[in-house]
Each structure stands twice: as structure tokens, then as C-alpha cells.
Nanobody, 113 residues
């Protein structure tokens, strides 16, 4: 059974940094991509950044140049710098294979202005 556990969220002032981690346990077969999504109150969940099994990264325009996604085997990270109040959201880790998608429980990131 695949489980994803996020950590590293918290309260930070605007301009500060946080590093999110996602620990993946269980067997992953035919990995397609891993990614970070976020959902702010009253808004739809959106893709923040993703990284394919081959290492290709993709970022939402709103975080380009400020966030960096990386992975170490099946552990996923998101380095968030120059945080803004609009980055406040629950951040979710996602693992996508050819046949399945898995989600973590989310970690709250709050940026105070």
C-alpha cells in the first residue's frame, strides 16, 4: 500500500523560505511523475510543480524562479523561497503512475504579510 506523508509546512513571514518534504512508502511501479499541488480556501486545487521520472520539471507561472522541486528516489521536496501571502494554502504531494494516482494528507503553509 502506497502512503505519502508531507512535512515542513508552517507559518512564515513574507519573503521567507520553507522546505516541504514528502516521504513515500510502499511499492511504486511505472512511475510517471511526482508533484506538489496546493489548495487555498475557496479555490480549486492547482499544480505548483512537478517532476517526471526522467527528471523534467514543470512549474506554475506564479512560482517560477521562487520554488524548486527535487526528488531523491521516491522522496519529494519543494524548496520555497521569497514566499508571498498568496502562497498560503494546503500543499499536497502527488505521485502518478501509469495506472494510479496517490495523494498525501496535506501540510498547511501560511505566509503572513
Amino acid at each position: 500500500q502506497v502512503q505519502l506523508v508531507e512535512s515542513g509546512g508552517g507559518l512564515v513571514q513574507a519573503g521567507g523560505s520553507l522546505r516541504l518534504s514528502c516521504a513515500v512508502s510502499g511499492s511504486i511501479f511505472n512511475l510517471n511523475a511526482m508533484g506538489w499541488y496546493r489548495q487555498a480556501p475557496g479555490k480549486q486545487r492547482e499544480l505548483v510543480a512537478s517532476i517526471t521520472s526522467g527528471g523534467t520539471t514543470h512549474y506554475a507561472d506564479s512560482v517560477k524562479g521562487r520554488f524548486t522541486i527535487s526528488r531523491d528516489n521516491y522522496n519529494l521536496y519543494l524548496q520555497m523561497d521569497s514566499l508571498k501571502s498568496e502562497d498560503t494554502a494546503v500543499y499536497y504531494c502527488n505521485v502518478r503512475t501509469i495506472v494510479s494516482a496517490y495523494w498525501g494528507q496535506g501540510t498547511q503553509v501560511t505566509v503572513s504579510s
